[in-house]
């Protein structure tokens, strides 16, 4: 590391290390966020989760979507519709999406996410009532 | 946009290290390659998370659970479950003592819920051995502005507009002690940070030091800027290593990273920082011994006038501050004046770091607005008494301060309140008693402990801390008199308004408030030589109850001296001459027919 | 500077900035007490350690009470010294103090010295209500000057600013923690294995009897009842213009031929005067000086420069222990004490056709130090101590009480001849100044074979610290350099150690502030440096009433060269009133 010499470099340095946190600077205040809960169980994983939870990082970094939050969660109950996605707007009931993919989840991104319209393969939610 | 998907913080303080929270650092690292997900999570040591009576602590980011009392073998689960299949480990999640229902985030817990971390605000967020980790967060932001964008005096100008004061005890003013440093007039000055935390039961500055250390090195810069000094050093206790050596190695990287060292930030201004090592003598705590002592002098205080701010080390003007108050300085020079003024009461402004110990249930390190209720900090917070036992007192301040009681708890706390009560800020102790403690034995316990510590420089502590503790250690064994009682008073009364430093004028504190709150308590030992919390020994006795005694022989077998008679079936007595009042009867008998009073 | 208007006890003052409380009390003539405190300002000592805690006030406006010796004034301040707070405090503060001190007072050394006692009294104490009885307890240590028993040590800490600040010795700091804090040597080692130079200044100043001097009277009493010996007696300069003051005589009041009388009643065989030794010393250490001096006059550049004066026992032990690289630089003459132990056990034993053995040189010095260096080995022959018992002033007042002698009913008697005859010269070594005047009378009409019309080198007196003049002997300035009191031989010696830059060539110094007139074995002066002044205006009267005031013009010192030792520095006074340092490693 060569020295910081200007308070502008600093801003710089500021702007390059602030990702670094961005995951925990999220969890903090994750109840603000958009969050995509990918579905990582055994089938899910066999679907390709992994996979989708990665596109959807990478999008998100790609397009400095400072307010979304890609968390993981467990078998939602729709092995038929894997690899399923629960996104959470705040304010909005959670939705779920099924037979999520790369193309999918542009569109999640750009309608649902950023314009609030509904798309196909939304899976009706049930599994609110099993919580309760 | 970093590679991780996921952080894994693990709480590295002093606390949970000695958990072995450093094995659950290597076992989750261990499991996470074994999945190959290396690249996908990042396992973080962080510093305190405050939740101490729950520790080890690890957290998942960025779904923000909250896993209390991991244990090394834990970590596959978490990894394996949660992080792999995105379950949460439900065992090691939080529950709510009232609901008994998990929580998962951290935020929904009562202990966290009433906190505000404004000195605290990176630990258990950062890696405190991450310089970038500090830097994101805005860190050395507020050296760079003040060394950019202001002069000396607007620092120390926005420094008194917050309406800071020092966290060590006192609550003297910051920025007045600043402009005092600033205008006296020499060739050299200092600053000097105190890290010689002494409260028993106080570890808010360690804490700060393990979980973020970047945070002191701005602010001594920023002082040093301030007053106009071009060298600080951190009196730190040898007792502290794992401070020692956060603190260095932030020191180290802010030198490489330009924020201390000649030329800051391509500024005239230059600052270095050399750290001394104190033995952990509790006078040391206070700024003119602390100086001496780190001069190689015989750590002990001397008469102010002159303050250390006309003519502290080597006779230099030199500003002392401690840790919990450098930690406010960045922040407040960040978001301004205002913002902080508006947090907390009127005249003690911001927040306060507690160290919650003793009988309450959640022990631990929690920061609160100032002006937040005793009640608020023991209950909510706290989460209450421990095993349902009744709340008694509370000890704020350490040694110095005093014992306040129920009627108290609905005062909003803050430096000129708990003074008014008879009891002071400290450095943020709380000692937290219930209805098994004995009042004169916690006085006694305090006195015992300025008695050990005093330097013993003056006559009132030298030797009045000693009569102090030989009178309560009368009355704790059943040799008080009333006239003892006077004595104690008089003696109070007397070392307070005398004694040369701050140790000494509030050693007596822990007996006058115990004295006024809980005088019945005193009379009790001294006049019908009964202690009513049953704690001191001395003044206890069992006895067997000839209609409860089934006569089953067991008292008569564990106790240690054969103080126990009785024939089998019949009910037994205990000889009072010979009983050492060691308690195995009374523990053990299955009738429960053994009173003690 | 500025004024400052205040308060005390209703009565206005105005005081210049920075006066302290108890300073400012004193000009209303409101006395208020105090225990650890001690201003000698002359000398620079100053112990403001506020650590007694005695003399609090209270000052309006302030929650607790202040400590007068230790606060400055203030503008408009309103202080109170008797009001009934202030009197329970300082009561309460002083029951602590006698809760922790020893019931002793009988038998204490400093049984009516003692300024505990005095303030005992004063505050009107009558009981120790402060029921705990525990006290602390330590070791008692004796060297042959001082006896240290800190059972009763106040922690005033007047001995460690006099020894630390003031003499920079650095044997005494506070220890321990708590009520078990003291102040000791390092290690709590014996002081004799210190860097201690046994000056006595710390017993000079402890207001009570933690520090004392090592009481030989009894020694005394029972060298005087045996037949067997013959028992001498020397009696230093400065003993004569101070012991008066245990008499209740005025400070300076010259009790010479009362103290002689005194002595020769106690049943001393021989009354001398250690000013005989203090003429002899100076034969042999002018002609040290000029020796060192004509060598280097003829381009010697390896001569030892400039000649440190060898009188001062507590000098000696700091040179030895602190400037062990010095050490080639002090004349090698012994001092009065030794040199006259030295003779009065050779030349004048075998006049009497006595053994060695048989004679008891007992030495009457206003020093602790003094007691050290008799006992130090190079002063001895075949385990026979040149001086046997060396007494303090303060012990010789004791001596005459016991014996129920009245030394205001007392005839002024003489000295015993010869050790007894001396010159004015001799006396002033009792003072800051003195060896080196009595040097430079004889040095300059051996230089210059020219008689001394002024005899009385005034630039070389007076009480500053460090003292620098220059003194012209035909066309040759002598440049003399003076010291007393430790910490002021440092200065001069670090200045030595950086090449001498005032190239002085000679240097008188005493460890004592005030030379040996303020030494650790005086009168206690309890703060009054006054005292001290007087005591020098008194030998200076007594040179100036001597016929002889050389001390190579002393008829008896004259017929000891003739009959006895040849010349000075030849082969017998070389053996005889000579010796060597060595470089001592203590802690």
Redesign the interface.
């Known amino acids: ?1 060569s ?5 502008e ?3 710089q ?2 702007k390059k ?8 600077e ?3 205040h ?1 109840e603000e966020l958009v969050e995509v ?6 089938c899910g ?1 066999a679907a390709g989760a992994r996979e989708v ?2 596109i959807f ?2 999008k998100i ?2 397009q400095g979507l400072n307010n979304i ?6 078998c939602m109950g729709y092995c038929y519709a894997e690899p399923t996605v629960e996104v959470r707007v705040p304010g909005k009931e959670p939705v779920v999406f099924g037979k999520v993919d790369e193309e999918k989840i542009q569109k999640i991104i750009d309608q649902y996410i950023k314009k609030g319209e509904l798309l196909d393969g939304v899976i009706p939610m049930t599994h609110k009532e099993m919580e309760d | ?2 590679k ?4 894994v ?1 693990v709480c590295g303080g002093t606390g949970c290290i000695s958990s072995e929270s450093e094995k659950i650092v290597k076992n989750i690292q261990e499991c996470l390659i074994q999945h190959k997900l290396e690249e996908e999570v ?1 396992v973080v040591q962080t510093g305190c998370f405050g939740f101490c009576e729950k520790g080890p602590i690890v957290k998942v ?4 659970t909250f896993y209390v009392q991991v244990k090394p073998d834990d970590a596959i689960e978490i990894v394996e479950e949660h992080i ?5 480990v439900d065992r090691l999640l939080y529950k709510d003592p009232g609901s008994k229902k998990a929580i998962e ?1 951290s935020k929904h817990m009562d202990f966290y819920k009433k906190q505000m971390r404004i000195a605290l605000r990176n630990c258990g ?2 890696n405190p051995n991450n310089i ?2 500090y ?4 860190g ?2 507020a050296l ?2 003040v ?2 964008e202001m002069t000396p005096e607007q620092v120390i100008d926005e420094i008194k507009k917050s309406g800071l004061r020092g966290r060590g005890g006192g609550g003297f003013p910051t920025g007045l002690k600043w402009e005092f440093s600033r205008k006296s007039k020499s060739d050299k000055k200092y600053v000097v940070c105190n890290a010689d935390e002494g409260d028993p039961g106080a570890f808010m500055d360690r804490s700060i030091l393990e979980g973020d250390p970047h945070s002191i090195v701005e602010a001594m810069a920023i002082c040093g800027y301030a007053i106009g000094a071009d060298e600080g050093k951190v009196y730190i206790r040898a007792e502290y290593p794992l401070a020692i050596q956060r603190l260095q190695k932030a020191m180290n990287d802010a030198e ?4 201390l ?1 000649d030329h800051i ?2 500024t005239d201004f230059s600052f270095h920082i050399e750290i001394r090592y104190g033995a952990g003598a509790f006078v040391c705590g206070e700024e003119t011994a602390l100086i001496h002592s780190m001069e190689g002098e015989r750590g002990e205080p001397t008469i102010k006038p002159p303050f250390p701010s006309e003519s502290g080390f080597w006779g230099k003007p030199t500003n002392v501050n401690n840790v919990e108050t450098f930690a406010n300085i960045p922040i407040i020079l960040l978001k301004g004046a205002d913002w902080f003024r508006k947090i907390g009461t009127k005249k003690s402004p911001g927040t306060k770091v507690f160290a919650l110990a003793g009988k309450i249930n959640n022990v631990g390190l929690i920061e609160v607005p100032m002006g937040t209720t005793l009640r608020e900090v023991i209950f909510d917070i706290g989460g209450g008494i421990k095993d349902g036992k009744k709340f008694k007192a509370v000890q704020t301040g350490g040694p110095s301060g005093g014992c306040l009681t129920e009627k108290d708890l609905d005062t909003p706390i803050d430096f000129d309140t708990l003074v008014e009560k008879g009891s002071m800020m400290g450095s943020g102790g709380m000692i937290v008693m219930d209805e098994d403690d004995c009042m004169p034995s916690v006085a006694k316990f305090y006195l015992e402990f300025t008695e050990e510590e005093s330097c013993g420089k003056c006559t009132p502590c030298r030797i009045g801390t000693k009569r102090l503790s030989e009178l309560l250690k009368k009355i704790t064994s059943g040799q008080g008199t009333e006239a003892h009682l006077q004595e104690l008073r008089r003696l109070s009364v007397v070392i307070k308004e005398t004694a040369l430093c701050g140790l000494g004028q509030t050693a007596p504190n822990p007996v006058l408030s115990t004295l006024n709150n809980f005088e019945e308590e005193y009379i009790a030992h001294v006049k019908d030589h009964q202690c009513p919390a049953g704690q001191c020994t001395a003044l206890l006795q069992y006895k067997i109850d000839p209609e409860t005694c089934v006569g089953c022989t067991v008292c008569a077998r564990v106790c240690p001296v054969n103080a126990i008679t009785g024939e089998r079936k019949k009910p037994h007595s205990i000889d009072q001459k010979i009983c050492i009042k060691c308690g195995s009867c009374y523990d053990r008998c299955p009738t429960h027919a053994i009173e003690k009073r | 500077m500025s004024d400052v208007k205040l308060t005390i006890d209703g009565k206005t003052i105005e005081v210049p900035k920075g006066t302290t409380i108890l300073e400012a009390a004193k000009k209303l003539g409101l006395f208020i007490p105090t225990l650890c405190h001690l201003d000698l300002h002359d000398i620079k000592m100053v112990n403001q350690t506020a650590s007694c805690r005695i003399c609090v006030v209270e000052v309006e406006g302030v929650r607790r009470l202040m400590t007068a010796c230790s606060t400055p004034v203030s503008e408009g301040m309103v202080v109170r010294t008797n009001t009934m707070r202030v009197l329970n405090a300082r009561k309460t503060v002083m029951e602590l103090i006698l809760s922790d001190h020893p019931k002793d007072c009988l038998i204490c050394p400093k049984s009516g010295d003692c300024e505990l006692q005095d303030l005992a009294e004063t505050l009107g104490i009558r009981e120790i209500s402060i029921t705990g009885k525990s006290q602390s307890v330590y070791k008692k240590d004796f060297s042959p000057s001082i006896i240290r028993d800190m059972n009763k040590c106040i922690m005033c800490r007047r001995c460690e600013t006099m020894c630390n600040d003031v003499q920079t010795v650095g044997a005494l700091s506070g220890i321990n923690r708590g009520f078990d804090a003291v102040v000791s040597t390092a290690f709590e080692s014996p002081l004799v294995d210190t860097v201690c130079t046994h000056c006595g200044q710390c017993v000079a100043v402890c207001p009570v009897g933690a520090l004392s001097e090592q009481d030989n009277v009894w020694t005394v009493v029972e060298a005087l009842a045996d037949p067997e010996k013959i028992v001498v007696v020397q009696t230093a300069p400065a003993v004569r213009v101070a012991l008066g003051e245990e008499f209740g005589y005025e400070p300076g009041t010259i009790v010479t031929g009362k103290m002689v009388s005194a002595l020769r009643q106690l049943g001393f065989n021989y009354v001398f005067d250690t000013d005989f030794a203090a003429d002899l010393t100076i034969m042999e250490e002018a002609t040290e000086v000029l020796d060192r001096l004509k060598r280097y006059l003829a381009g010697d550049k390896e001569v030892p420069l400039p000649i440190l004066t060898s009188c001062c026992p507590a000098w000696v032990n700091f040179i030895e222990s602190q400037f062990p690289e010095l050490l080639d630089i002090p004349s090698s003459a012994k001092s009065p004490q030794q040199m006259f132990g030295s003779i009065a056990k050779s030349y004048y034993a075998e006049k009497l056709g006595i053994p060695r053995e048989k004679m008891i040189v007992v030495s009457v010095m206003p020093c602790l130090a003094k007691k050290y260096e008799a006992s130090r080995e190079e002063f001895q022959v075949d385990n026979n101590p040149d001086v046997d018992l060396t007494i303090s002033t303060r012990e010789l007042a004791h001596l005459i009480k016991q014996a129920n002698l009245n030394l205001h009913e007392l005839e002024e008697e003489k000295f015993d001849q010869p050790l007894g005859e001396s010159t004015g010269a001799g006396v002033i070594f009792g003072t800051t100044g003195g060896v080196i005047e009595a040097a430079t009378r004889t040095a300059y009409e051996w230089l210059t074979g020219k008689e001394l019309k002024n005899i009385d080198f005034e630039q070389l007196r007076g009480m500053d610290g460090v003292r620098v003049a220059t003194v012209p002997i035909d066309d040759f300035k002598l440049n003399i350099g003076i010291a007393h009191g430790l910490g002021n031989a440092r200065i001069l010696l670090e200045e030595i150690k950086a090449g001498n830059p005032r190239n002085l060539h000679v240097i008188e110094i005493m460890a004592c502030p005030g030379g040996c007139i303020g030494g650790g074995g005086q009168p206690y002066h309890h703060g009054n440096i006054e005292i001290l002044k007087k005591r020098s205006a008194a030998l200076y009267q007594e040179d100036r009433n001597k016929p002889i005031r050389k001390s190579h013009e002393n008829p008896a010192i004259q017929e000891l060269y003739k009959t006895y030792l040849g010349k000075p520095m030849g082969d017998k006074s070389s053996v005889l009133l000579h010796t060597t340092y060595t470089a001592k490693e203590k802690v």
């Open positions: 590391m020295k910081i010499k200007s308070f470099e600093l801003k340095l500021r290390v602030l990702t670094h946190m961005d995951i925990r999220k969890g903090d994750i809960r990918v579905a990582m169980a055994t994983i939870m990665n990082v990478n970094a790609d939050v890609v968390t993981q969660t467990d | 946009m970093s991780y998907k996921m952080h913080l990042q980011l960025p779904d923000n792999v299949k995105g379950r949460k985030d967020f950062v970038e980790e830097i994101a967060r805005n050395y932001y760079g502005k060394l950019t490489e990273y330009g924020f060292g930030l391509g």
